[in-house]
């Protein structure tokens, strides 16, 4: 509306002028060389306004002709790049359907384009990484590094494949670039703090964690987990060296940082009795069976017991059993004792009380140790044998990262060498990828 307001305003104006040219029309008279022209204002007008719209069409055509080249060359380079990203999409949707051929040519034609690009680099070591061609997709990553879109995953990627190569150093410097592009990234961090402890690094774990700490990347519970981490793979490493008393102090703090954590408890036992205090390091697995009842605590008051008499042996692993009567652990836990100490009526009616309420592998298993030691009978241990291939599993320490399943826990997967990823847990299916 305003935008005709202002087109009549300017038709009016151009109106009134006309109007007055043509009252007053004027005479107007030039002199050139041996020629003398006498015209009207009016028609000088027009002649002025007719080689102004001539000029402006010249130069528009003179404009057109020099950017021609130009504007048809961009004209092809967007071709080329609605063309490119239908090849991109084209591959992304061919690795979907894992079809790495069709993914692998469409990518090439892309990459032809397009030129080379952080989104060809990745799909081309996506698809290095499908085919299994370990050199390839190396090469590609290391390319990645070079463009900030691509840095940060490149450095993750590189660092984990160091890792598992046992290239400790290299895998943590790239794990630190990573790191400082993303800073906020807890996966970053944990790799930076994982590497260290690999290398003994223990005070440089120490410092990382603390800095993330002290920066609110982190909350404090999971700043003193991963301390208590450190402490204990620290420990662990002084006391098999025979360092038992050096170990005492990480001992404490794994106590203090995670008091109910299996591991931990399990390290601070061996720790007391390597130290000559195996009272406080069955204190200690009693005020543990209380909140977790576990398999290996058992097994380590075994072995903390293991030179007592057979009566004070089977008074420590009542005591045991008690703090948790309800749970199978406590039963199992004195069948098996029972059984190595030859106490068969004590350990069957253990095991009847297990079998009542849950039919488990273990249970089935003492059950077949029952009847071969008690009675020799092969063929009732045989067949509680089968029944232990049909009941349920328990628990082991499985990697939440691939799966592994392993009887002991470990800060790092040994399969995929993942930090902190072992659980205790009924192991899920394990599927092939």
């Not at 005070?203 to 964690?209: F, M, P, W």
Request: net charge positive; with cysteine; glycine share 6%.
């Amino acid at each position: 509306m305003i935008n005709l307001l202002l087109l009549l305003v300017l038709l009016c104006c151009v109106g009134i002028a006309a109007a007055w040219v043509a009252e007053n029309p004027g005479d107007v008279t030039m002199t050139w060389f041996d020629y003398r022209i006498d015209t009207s204002l009016a028609f000088l007008l027009l002649l002025a306004i007719a080689a102004a719209f001539v000029l402006a069409y010249a130069i528009i055509f003179l404009r057109a002709f020099i950017l021609a080249p130009g504007r048809f060359s961009l004209r092809r380079s967007e071709r080329h790049y609605r063309k490119g990203l239908a090849e991109i999409t084209y591959s992304v949707a061919a690795l979907a359907a894992s079809d790495i051929a069709t993914a692998e040519a469409h990518t090439r034609k892309a990459q032809k384009l397009l030129g080379t690009t952080p989104l060809t680099l990745l799909l081309s070591a996506q698809i290095a990484r499908s085919q299994g061609d370990d050199v390839k997709t190396q090469e590609l990553l290391g390319k990645m590094l070079d463009y900030k879109e691509t840095e940060y995953l490149a450095a993750r990627s590189l660092s984990d494949s160091a890792s598992k190569q046992q290239l400790f150093s290299k895998a943590l410097h790239l794990a630190q670039r990573a790191q400082r592009i993303n800073p906020k990234e807890a996966a970053s961090a944990n790799a930076v703090i994982s590497l260290h402890m690999r290398m003994g690094g223990w005070q440089e774990a120490l410092a990382a964690i603390d800095k993330s700490a002290r920066k609110g990347r982190w909350h404090r519970a999971r700043a003193n987990r991963t301390r208590a981490l450190v402490h204990l793979a620290q420990g662990q490493q002084l006391l098999e060296s025979g360092h038992g008393d050096m170990a005492l102090a990480h001992a404490k703090l794994c106590l203090k940082w995670l008091p109910n954590f299996v591991p931990a408890t399990l390290f601070a036992a061996r720790v007391f009795a390597a130290n000559g205090m195996p009272e406080k390091a069955i204190k200690l697995i009693l005020q543990n069976w209380k909140v977790t009842p576990h398999p290996q605590l058992a097994e380590q008051l075994r072995l903390l017991i293991a030179r007592e008499p057979k009566d004070k042996q089977i008074k420590w692993v009542k005591k045991l059993a008690g703090q948790r009567p309800e749970h199978p652990q406590s039963g199992l836990a004195l069948a098996e004792t029972a059984i190595k100490l030859q106490e068969w009526e004590m350990a069957r009616g253990a095991l009847k009380k297990v079998l009542e309420n849950e039919e488990s592998v273990q249970a089935c298993k003492l059950m077949a140790y029952l009847e071969q030691g008690e009675f020799s009978d092969f063929d009732a241990a045989g067949r509680w044998l089968a029944r232990s291939a049909e009941a349920v599993h328990g628990a082991h320490w499985q990697c939440t990262s691939c799966s592994t399943v392993s009887e002991n826990w470990d800060a790092h997967c040994p399969a995929c060498n993942a930090y902190d990823s072992m659980e205790w847990k009924v192991p899920g299916p394990v599927f092939a990828g």
